[in-house]
Nanobody, 123 residues
Framework: QVQLVESGGGLVQAGDSLRLSCAAS????????MGWFRQAPGKEREFVGG????????SYADSVKGRFTISRDNAKNTVFLQMNSLKSEDTAVYYC????????????????WGQGTQVTVSS
């Protein structure tokens, strides 16, 4: 079993930055890539970005490309989402999740999810 815990969300102004963390515990593997998703009120959960656990590859949704950066610290089993130039449209609950399909954008290919952390961007 894998446990994921997000942290770092909060209330910021448009143009500000936030760094989210996702700490993984339990049984993890090098092939277990990670992804970030978000869900705004009234919207479906959508892919934000993904990162391979061992290879260093990343992928981003067009809406966040150039503003958000995913990184990881494998020694600490932690994945980060650096969010810069935040917009009100980025307001959502942000989730991290695990997958054995690297850089997948499909919800059904992620098997473990964190509880989410709220990001609110005021304009």
């Amino acid at each position: 079993q894998v446990q994921l815990v997000e942290s770092g969300g909060g209330l910021v102004q448009a143009g500000d930055s936030l760094r989210l963390s996702c700490a993984a515990s339990g049984r993890t593997f090098r092939r277990d890539a990670m992804g970030w998703f978000r869900q705004a009120p009234g919207k479906e959960r959508e892919f934000v970005g993904g990162i391979t656990w061992s290879g260093g590859g990343t992928s981003y949704a067009d809406s966040v490309k150039g503003r958000f950066t995913i990184s990881r610290d494998n020694a600490k089993n932690t994945v980060f989402l650096q969010m810069n130039s935040l917009k009100s449209e980025d307001t959502a609950v942000y989730y991290c999740a695990r997958t054995v399909v690297p850089l997948s954008r499909r919800l059904n290919e992620y098997d473990y999810w964190g509880q989410g952390t709220q990001v609110t961007v005021s304009s």
